[in-house]
């Protein structure tokens, strides 16, 4: 049995070695984090004071401004109080080896000078001192497991911190900048195209039906990689049309490509699908794969003529091949494409649908009221990420009814996974009339996307509305909340609540005190510095989750 004498003889005899294994693990921290925040350091030639350069010169300046941009001020203090915590530790352990005078002194020089003092005292201690240690058992226990919850701590900072080299250097500034814009405009296009596709659409509904509703959802395709992300295609669409009868118990439905193309004809193809009466309210889909669209390298020779109305075409098209056919052209009128036109005949891959076998609609409102909790994380950043890119590609159009809102995402019920949902293709849902009379939405006034957009992002993090949170902390508040100054208010004191490691803390904050983004001008979604604003502040940061 060992005594508690040999317990302290052997703890005592390795804590130099514990201290030395801190002292190299805290090199090796602040030297993994001077090389994210400037790739081109050489760690070999630091000098002796290198962690002095985690507060000076050009790589501090690198550092600072990411970690402002994470959390401002408080986010630089917090980190130098965390790398300087760990050093109190571990300096206060060694007192704990310290005998007489020197024991009652502050602690002075850096790690290396206290395993000093340790190697060379645990040589000549005496039998009192060693049993002395006993009594300081507990509390270098406790001292331990501290440094552990601060390396953890650090640690996130250092993980956070692999795309500091974006920040360092002016060139790789410019660089990153200039890719932004690239895909900044690219969103931008994607929204002049599905203004045109909802013009052209709106324009074919034009005689008397027998239908109650025309729904039509736009699968909003926005995935990411190690690279950045994988938006949906300027000129390609994935949509779904839902024809509900007045009296009849199924709904129709027809799964579409759509492909819009400045140069000539774009297409519009889809095989047909009968499912279950859907509510208005609630829409469904399943996996989906790349699908291979036809492309037109010039004017069909074939065209058939010009839809006027799309009900009886689309309800009653019947092919050979089980897939209608419609031509977009870039004036946004519609053309049907007889079944004898090459177009039909040529060979594409068998596309994968989406539409599941007996789809459900669950809208995005009732999904985050019921089912939210069961959503990984994981998924929770992506949709954000899918959301986010959807406020470049469709506000201001008149997909969105008033600007962006979450009422008008929709995901189909999948019970076979986790989430309940299939979340990785969320839909934006457009009703079109059913008679001559009644008239699609227009281009709304933008409302405030910004707030809309922070609220929804706090509703995923807590997986709980922002209405049922303003109830259960303020019930005698009015759950109308129609003010916006009201209700972002209460969206302020909400995001206090986040901790300031939540990772859309520092999204929600811009969202909501958007300082950064009006140096580039007042909030205009036609602006095109304004949505790049957007972008570097508000979705870059989700895509380095």
Same mark, same amino acid.
């Given at each position: ?58 790589? %501090?300046?690198? @550092? +600072? ?6 959390? /401002? !001020?408080?986010?630089? #203090? $917090?980190? =130098?109080?965390? &790398? ?76 956070? %911190?692999?795309? @500091? +080299? ?6 790789? /500034? !410019?660089?990153?900048? #200039? $890719?932004? =814009?690239?895909? &900044? ?79 000539? @004809? ?12 859907? #509510? ?229 904050g811009i969202c909501l005190w958007p300082h950064q983004l009006k140096q580039y001008g007042e909030e205009s979604w036609e602006d095109t510095e304004w949505r790049f604003a957007f972008y570097k502040f508000v979705i870059s940061p989700l895509l380095e989750q």
């Amino acid at each position: 049995m060992v005594t508690g004498i040999e317990t302290a003889g052997l703890v005592l005899g390795s804590m130099p070695l514990l201290i030395l294994a801190i002292e190299k693990w805290h090199k090796g921290f602040v030297k993994a984090l001077l090389k994210a925040a400037d790739p081109d350091l050489d760690l070999d030639s630091l000098p002796q004071d290198y962690r002095d350069q985690l507060w000076n010169g050009s790589t %501090a300046d690198s @550092l +600072d401004e990411y970690l402002r941009r994470m959390g /401002g !001020e408080d986010a630089v #203090e $917090g980190f =130098r109080g965390e &790398v300087e915590a760990s050093k109190i530790i571990v300096e206060e352990i060694g007192q704990h080896f310290r005998q007489g005078k020197e024991k009652a002194q502050p602690a002075k020089g850096g790690l290396k000078e206290i395993y000093d003092i340790l190697t060379r005292r645990s040589k000549k201690l005496s039998f009192g001192e060693r049993f002395g240690f006993t009594l300081h058992e507990k509390d270098i226990d406790r001292l331990t497991k501290e440094l552990g919850h601060v390396s953890s701590s650090i640690a996130s900072f250092v993980a956070s %911190a692999t795309n @500091l +080299d974006k920040l360092a250097g002016q060139s790789a /500034g !410019e660089k990153s900048a #200039e $890719g932004m =814009r690239k895909i &900044v405009n690219r969103l931008y296009k994607t929204r002049d195209h599905a203004l045109s596709l909802f013009n052209t659409l709106k324009g074919g509904w034009l005689a008397d039906c027998q239908h109650h509703m025309h729904n039509a959802l736009l699968h909003l395709q926005s995935d990411c990689n190690a690279t950045g992300p994988l938006f949906q295609s300027d000129q390609e669409f994935h949509m779904l049309f839902q024809i509900l009868g007045k009296e009849d118990t199924n709904a129709l439905w027809r799964e579409l490509a759509v492909v819009m193309n400045t140069d000539s @004809l774009g297409t519009l193809t889809g095989p047909t699908k009968y499912g279950k009466q859907c #509510e208005p309210s609630v829409l469904p889909l399943t996996d989906y794969h790349r699908t291979p669209l036809v492309r037109i390298e010039e004017d069909p020779k074939d065209l058939g003529n010009e839809v006027m109305d799309i009900c009886p075409q689309i309800s009653l098209a019947q092919t050979k091949d089980g897939m209608i056919c419609f031509h977009v052209s870039n004036d946004d009128r519609l053309y049907w494409v007889r079944n004898n036109t090459p177009l039909i005949n040529r060979k594409t891959q068998k596309r994968k649908k989406i539409l599941p076998n007996c789809p459900t609609l669950v809208p995005l409102q009732t999904y985050l009221t019921t089912d939210c909790s069961k959503l990984l994380d994981s998924k929770r950043i992506e949709l954000a990420i899918k959301l986010g890119c959807s406020i470049l590609q469709y506000n201001c159009t008149p997909w969105f009814a008033r600007g962006w809102c979450k009422e008008h995402i929709y995901f189909f019920s999948d019970q076979s996974k986790q989430s309940l949902i299939d979340v990785d293709h969320p839909l934006i849902s457009q009703s079109f009339p059913c008679t001559v009379s009644a008239s699609a939405g227009t281009a709304p006034e933008p409302q405030e996307t910004l707030l809309d957009f922070a609220i929804l992002l706090m509703e995923l993090y807590y997986r709980t509305t922002f209405e049922d949170w303003v109830k259960a902390r303020y019930p005698q508040v009015s759950q109308e909340m129609e003010d916006p100054e009201r209700k972002r208010v209460y969206a302020m004191k909400w995001q206090k609540e986040m901790p300031r490691y939540a990772d859309f803390w520092d999204v929600v904050g811009i969202c909501l005190w958007p300082h950064q983004l009006k140096q580039y001008g007042e909030e205009s979604w036609e602006d095109t510095e304004w949505r790049f604003a957007f972008y570097k502040f508000v979705i870059s940061p989700l895509l380095e989750q």
